[in-house]
């Protein structure tokens, strides 16, 4: 009988390292609707902390002890102010996550402290909560994230952002309207910059100019989606902020300098190829994590220290197996790689990928993928979601996906074969230990939506005792396949039925409490 694994460790999050939104499995591309999202308290290694425990009760309260009327406010508005800042800090987080609509003055007034403030689209925030952050934060902010907020013009981020010359990190991603004006603001006041995201704003390729040029301690790039990105404006970009070169073959100063210290790149969803890719590349001597989904690339484009990458995401790109292979093999410390949907044009339906000659993934490249991740001995993440030529022919014992997650999938931490209709319940055997000596899979996140998996997988399943996620959304599993493994795996907390018919509508959203899972557990013991 297994053992339940030692108490968690704690970690820092190592600077530049994936955040939430760079998980694969969480991506609105590899993610159906989660309408049917079922879930339970998750399992704890360990006693949370007496804060945590005590930030927990206030936050469950919140709405009494912020009664004006019952006289509650003025006690809690005198110990809020008394928090030390790391505790304001985790504090505010917890609240916003369970009432986005605080205020203005309870978020300026007890909130705006510390080197660190995330605020987001679904907040009540407004142009006053803007301008108080230079006002009541200053000097001491070393990290803004506002993310998704469209209601804020160029020139209101431009403002804030000219009086906060200690940002080392600036997230502003899909915040529509931020556009030159804001990137020149922190060009000029943002010196020490190590890290800016960009994605999804008004940001074009020429308002790039002033970033590239000043900030030359940027570690991380993270540009997906902007305007007019194209393979000429690139070179364009580049020429202009290092001046004719009296060699052609010669790489600008300034132009090395832009680039020593980059270390994540993040170009997904421009209209790039591998030209102008490796005209940034080829001199990112640091460079580890690359992103370049859904562009046009159809080769591998030249990386200057392969043997550094840790992620690697080319999702809907046209790069062909034999060169995906290759560059495996040059990336043995490889944690994170992301090849969903290779060969299908970006936009393109999902009816119409699932027939795309083009596609570039098939068992025999598997097959070649899996013997070059072997050398891969961090590999912990990941994602072939929509390659629909995988599964396509049976002509081993073991088909190429039973291969694959027997000597590679099982030791991830994060799987995603979401949309590969030749995966059957029988591939994921290899889930299971071959010998006691063998350990456990680590797998925590498991994704399986829009496959031909069956109640048989549920044995497989169960031998993932450190699930934590599993998604089997529009498969043919049914209650009786998901009691086992909900009574095996105590460590899962999320579970995603949509579009399941052998489960009940109303069930899908409560499975964990429907009263046929307690008449199992009784017969079970």
Same mark, same amino acid.
């Given at each position: ?14 600077f530049? *390292?994936?955040?939430? !939104? ?12 989660? =309408? ?20 927990? $009760? ?30 304001a ?13 605080? =205020? ?7 909130? +705006? ?11 009540s ?13 200053g000097?001491?902010? !070393? ?12 020139? *209101? ?51 790039l ?9 940027l ?5 997906a ?8 404006t ?13 060699d ?16 994540s ?16 590349? !080829?001199?990112?001597?640091? %460079?580890?994590?690359l ?8 080769? $591998? ?7 550094? #990458?840790?992620k ?22 490889l ?8 060969? $299908?044009?970006?936009?393109?339906s999902?009816?119409?990928?699932m ?10 490249? %598997? ?11 961090? #590999? ?7 390659? *629909? ?7 081993? &014992? ?5 291969y ?12 995603n ?6 995966? &059957?319940?029988?591939d ?5 230990? !071959?010998?006691? +000596? ?19 997988a ?14 089997v ?27 399941? &018919? ?5 069930? &899908? ?17």
């Amino acid at each position: 009988m297994s053992k339940r694994p030692a108490k968690r460790q704690k970690t820092t999050r190592e600077f530049g *390292a994936p955040t939430a !939104e760079d998980d694969p499995s969480r991506t609105a591309e590899n993610n159906p609707s989660s =309408s049917a999202l079922s879930t339970r308290e998750p399992f704890l290694d360990s006693l949370p902390s007496l804060s945590t425990i005590c930030a927990r $009760v206030f936050v469950r309260n919140f709405r009494r002890l912020a009664d004006e009327e019952s006289g509650n406010w003025e006690v809690t508005r005198n110990e809020l102010a008394e928090l030390p800042d790391a505790i304001a800090v985790k504090l505010f987080s917890m609240l916003k996550a369970k009432f986005p609509h605080l =205020s203005h003055a309870i978020i300026a007034t007890y909130f +705006m402290r510390g080197d660190s403030l995330q605020l987001d689209g679904s907040m009540s925030i407004t142009l006053e909560t803007l301008s108080a952050i230079p006002r009541l934060m200053g000097s001491n902010l !070393e990290s803004l994230v506002i993310t998704d907020v469209s209601k804020f013009s160029d020139k *209101a981020f431009a403002s804030t952002l000219k009086r906060l010359p200690s940002l080392r990190v600036i997230n502003l991603r899909n915040c529509s309207k931020v556009a030159a004006l804001t990137v020149e603001a922190v060009a000029t006041t943002c010196r020490h910059l190590r890290s800016i995201n960009l994605s999804n704003t008004g940001v074009n390729a020429a308002a790039l100019l002033p970033l590239v040029r000043n900030c030359l301690t940027l570690e991380v790039l993270k540009v997906a989606g902007l305007q007019n990105i194209t393979d000429a404006t690139i070179s364009r970009l580049l020429l202009t902020v290092a001046g004719p070169a009296d060699d052609p073959d010669d790489v600008p100063l300034i132009t090395r300098m832009m680039l020593k210290n980059l270390r994540s790149l993040k170009l997904r969803y421009n209209m790039v190829t591998e030209a102008s890719i490796s005209s940034l590349t !080829e001199h990112c001597t640091k %460079l580890e994590r690359l992103d370049l989904s859904f562009t046009r690339l159809k080769h $591998v484009p030249h990386i200057e220290e392969p043997s550094s #990458i840790v992620k690697l995401s080319l999702t809907s790109t046209f790069i062909s197996g034999t060169e995906l292979v290759d560059l495996v093999r040059r990336t043995p410390k490889l944690r994170i790689l992301n090849i969903g949907s290779m060969g $299908v044009k970006a936009g393109t339906s999902s009816s119409a990928a699932m027939g795309s000659a083009a596609m570039s993934l098939n068992d025999d490249v %598997l097959v070649q993928l899996t013997d070059a991740l072997l050398d891969c001995s961090d #590999i912990e993440s990941i994602n072939l979601v929509q390659n *629909a030529k995988l599964g396509a022919l049976v002509t081993r &014992r073991d088909t190429a996906l039973s291969y694959f997650i027997k000597l590679v999938g099982r030791k991830c931490k994060s799987l995603n074969l979401a949309g590969i209709p030749g995966l &059957r319940s029988s591939d994921l055997n290899g889930l299971v230990p !071959e010998n006691d +000596m063998e350990p456990v899979s680590p797998l925590r996140t498991l994704i399986l939506n829009k496959t031909n998996i069956d109640d048989n997988a549920s044995p497989w399943i169960c031998a993932c005792l450190n699930l934590e996620t599993l998604e089997v959304a529009e498969t043919k599993i049914s209650p009786e396949g998901l009691f086992p493994i909900l009574d095996a795996c105590y460590r899962l907390s999320e579970l995603n039925l949509t579009g399941c &018919r052998s489960v009940k509508v109303g069930d &899908r959203r409560r499975f964990f409490e429907v009263k046929a899972y307690d008449n199992f557990r009784s017969k079970s013991t």
